[in-house]
T-cell receptor, first 113, second 113 residues
Framework: GNSVTQMEGPVTLSEEAFLTINCTYT??????LFWYVQYPGEGLQLLLK?????DKGSNKGFEATYRKETTSFHLEKGSVQVSDSAVYFC????????????FGTGTRLKVLA | DSGVTQTPKHLITATGQRVTLRCSPR?????VYWYQQSLDQGLQFLIQ???????AKGNILERFSAQQFPDLHSELNLSSLELGDSALYFC????????????FGEGSRLTVL
């Protein structure tokens, strides 16, 4: 079946540290891949996306590359800030009669000053 | 502001009761998705509607039902509530298209006592 697996949190980093949150997926066909972010008390919002293999999505210093050969879409940021503290969700979208979105379980990131 | 409106923001009720959560999608979006976010479960897909018709069902309990009205707003009805139904319920809308993304409301937090 279709699924998304992401690393468990929480992840605690010091400000300016390098961030990697791993995400792998299983899907039939050619899914689009997304990272969503949920700040405290808010709904999820799109952080970045990639729609085909080898595409790199980027936003706010975050990056992720669609790797078909390893079925991965790892999220990276070179220097995290306290304001990046949030829960990050990896997700895929497949087309199966309708658009179907499947989310990972989320990874909580806490950045310390 | 995502453009997706959910009411109520908070709801406290007792076991055995019934509640209705309401969602208004972004203007022009025909698809509405409902998700449940529990502390230990991540984001679980419940159900999707497109232009008034049910399109996909996820892990939605028989005690739960939903509908989408001609004006495209949607309601999620939860009945015979149990303690375990306490969660954040998110609605999202999808503009469709090849690179579409989900736009989430701020959620309705349900507490069952």
């Amino acid at each position: 079946g279709n699924s998304v697996t992401q690393m468990e949190g929480p992840v605690t980093l010091s400000e300016e540290a390098f961030l990697t949150i791993n995400c792998t997926y299983t899907a039939t066909g050619y899914p689009s891949l997304f990272w969503y972010v949920q700040y405290p008390g808010e709904g999820l919002q799109l952080l970045l996306k990639a729609t085909k293999a080898d595409d790199k999505g980027s936003n706010k210093g975050f990056e992720a590359t669609y790797r078909k050969e390893t079925t991965s879409f790892h999220l990276e940021k070179g220097s995290v800030q306290v304001s990046d503290s949030a829960v990050y969700f990896c997700a895929l979208r497949i087309t199966s009669g309708t658009y179907k979105y499947i989310f990972g379980t989320g990874t909580r990131l806490k950045v310390l000053a | 502001d995502s453009g997706v409106t959910q009411t109520p923001k908070h709801l406290i009720t007792a076991t055995g009761q019934r509640v209705t959560l309401r969602c208004s999608p972004r203007s022009g979006d025909l698809s509405v998705y409902w998700y449940q976010q529990s502390l230990d479960q991540g984001l679980q897909f419940l159900i999707q509607y497109y232009n008034g018709e049910e399109r996909a069902k996820g892990n939605i309990l028989e005690r739960f039902s939903a509908q989408q009205f001609p004006d495209l707003h949607s309601e999620l009805n939860l009945s015979s509530l149990e303690l375990g139904d306490s969660a954040l319920y998110f609605c999202a809308s999808d503009p469709g298209g090849n690179t579409g993304e989900l736009f989430f409301g701020e959620g309705s937090r349900l507490t069952v006592l």
